[in-house]
C-alpha cells in the first residue's frame, strides 16, 4: 500500500500505471475482523468509523491517513450515507450501547434529509445512560418526574435534529395524557399503591 500510493502520488498524471487499474476490481484488500479479501468497493476508511460502526465493512491497513491519495483512486469510500448512521443508531439503541455524540452532531447537519423519518417514534436519544424516545424529552420544564426528561441547553447545538425527530420546547396536554397512562399501567396492573411523589405527578398531569 505504501509502495502504490508512493508511485501515484510521484505521479504527476496523478494515476496508477494503466497494468494496476484491476486494482479497482480485484478482491485483494483485507478489512477489519473479516477473514477475507475485499474489492475496495466493498470498503470504507475507518476516518468515521464511529457514525456506522455496526453497519459497514472497513478496510484494514495501519497509517490510513498518510495514503489517502491511493484510497481516493480506487474509490475507497470516506465518508457514510444517511442510511448507515440512522441505521446504526438504531442499532446502538436496541442493543443499549453508548452512542459517540459526533452522530447527533452527523445528523444534524443533514437535518432536512428524509432519512430521519426512520427515527420518528424510535428510542434514538441517548442520555443518562439510556435511551429515549424524542416525545418523552422537552427543552422547558415538566412536572413528570421520572417519566419524562428535560434536554441540557448545552444541546441546543443539535437543535434542528431533535425538532425533526420529534422533539418539543414543552409539553401539553397530550403528553399528560400518556403519562397517566403510564403510571395507570405500572400501578394499576398490579393494584399498587402509589406514593406521594407519584401522586403529585397525577395531580400535576390533570391539571394540565
Not at 422533539?167 to 399503591?193: M, R, T
Amino acid at each position: 500500500m505504501e509502495h502504490l500510493n508512493q508511485r501515484l502520488t510521484e505521479n504527476e498524471s496523478g494515476e496508477l500505471d494503466k497494468s494496476l487499474e484491476d486494482l479497482e476490481y480485484m478482491e485483494w484488500l483485507p478489512a477489519q475482523g473479516k477473514a477475507r479479501w475485499y474489492k475496495p468497493s466493498d470498503l470504507y476508511a475507518p476516518y468515521q468509523k464511529y457514525l456506522f460502526e455496526s453497519q459497514a465493512t472497513f478496510l484494514d491497513i495501519p497509517q490510513q491517513f498518510s495514503q489517502k491519495p491511493l484510497l481516493q483512486y480506487l474509490k475507497i469510500k470516506s465518508k457514510p450515507e444517511i442510511t448507515l448512521v440512522v441505521k446504526h443508531l438504531l442499532y446502538c439503541s436496541e442493543n443499549n450501547f453508548q452512542v459517540n455524540e459526533g452522530i447527533y452532531r452527523f445528523l444534524n447537519d443533514n437535518a432536512s434529509k428524509e432519512e430521519l423519518k426512520l427515527l420518528k417514534d424510535k428510542k434514538c436519544l441517548y442520555f443518562d445512560n439510556q435511551y429515549w424516545h424524542p416525545n418523552r424529552v422537552f427543552w422547558d420544564e415538566h412536572p413528570f418526574g421520572k417519566y419524562r426528561r428535560r434536554l441540557d441547553e448545552g444541546l441546543r447545538e443539535f437543535n434542528n435534529f431533535f425538532k425533526n425527530v420529534g422533539v418539543k420546547e414543552k409539553p401539553d396536554y397530550q403528553d399528560a395524557i400518556e403519562v397517566l397512562k403510564e403510571i395507570g399501567e405500572e400501578f394499576g396492573s398490579i393494584n399498587k399503591v402509589i406514593d406521594d411523589k407519584i401522586e403529585n405527578i397525577v395531580m400535576e398531569c390533570w391539571k394540565m
